[in-house]
């Protein structure tokens, strides 16, 4: 691996952080049940709050994290889990990318649902369920599937790994699993999921940052001032 793609490697692991913390910003809020309350959702979807949130916390939040997790195979590709962080790369960078095309949905469309529901358009609760019919929640379980696989596979390899901190593995792992299972079961559980995963990748990030200062000191020199 050249120095450029290693000093790549390292700072692409801030990004995972970086994305924790959008997932975190963007679970604050929740959308109302269009299925109990439509108007409720209208009011809310059509807020730049939902907007922003979902072109910077949730799409954008995506391409950074994928971005993170192909820092983080290049740091440990010439290690003995290099197949296990293949493998969660992938999985994450796919599940990632489908969970864009429910965003990009999300982002666009709920926002003309709800303007046409508050114009006087009784149609538009009519509108959502057929744009959120089997095959969108068909493409929201397969997503979700692969972030958690994903998760757990880059978990264990930080937790093999031998280079970073073993606890942030498991946080890693336990906390995609929790986003995953709580974004139907107990939405507010997200937030917690997602801020206990900045703390593990804030550590990943931090440790690969230490360890390449100490590789470049001179032997006998030290890192304190």
Do not use: C
Not at 72 to 87: E, H, P
Not at 112 to 133: E, H, I, K, P, V
């Amino acid at each position: 691996m050249t120095p450029q793609v290693r000093a790549f490697a390292r700072g692409a692991l801030w990004a995972l952080p970086a994305w924790a913390a959008l997932l975190f910003l963007g679970t604050l809020t929740h959308q109302p049940d269009a299925g109990t309350d439509f108007a409720a959702f209208a009011a809310y979807v059509t807020t730049s709050v939902f907007l922003w949130s979902h072109l910077i916390a949730s799409i954008l939040g995506a391409a950074i994290g994928s971005v993170g997790v192909v820092g983080l195979l290049l740091y440990l590709q010439d290690s003995k889990v290099a197949g296990k962080a293949i493998t969660g790369m992938v999985t994450t960078v796919v599940g990632n990318t489908l969970l864009t095309a429910v965003f990009g949905v999300a982002a666009f469309a709920q926002p003309a649902m709800g303007r046409l529901y508050l114009a006087g358009q009784q149609n538009a609760a009519d509108f959502y369920s057929q744009t959120y019919g089997l095959s969108a929640f068909g493409t929201v379980a397969m997503a979700l599937l692969l972030f958690v696989v994903g998760g757990v596979f880059v978990g264990l390899a930080i937790v093999a790994s031998g280079r970073l901190p073993r606890w942030a593995g498991w946080v890693y792992a336990v906390s995609a699993v929790g986003f995953a299972v709580t974004t139907f079961l107990f939405p507010v559980g997200q937030s917690l999921f997602s801020a206990l995963l900045f703390v593990a990748t804030v550590a990943v990030a931090w440790r690969a940052g230490r360890a390449a200062q100490r590789q470049s000191v001179p032997v006998g020199a030290s890192l304190e001032p």
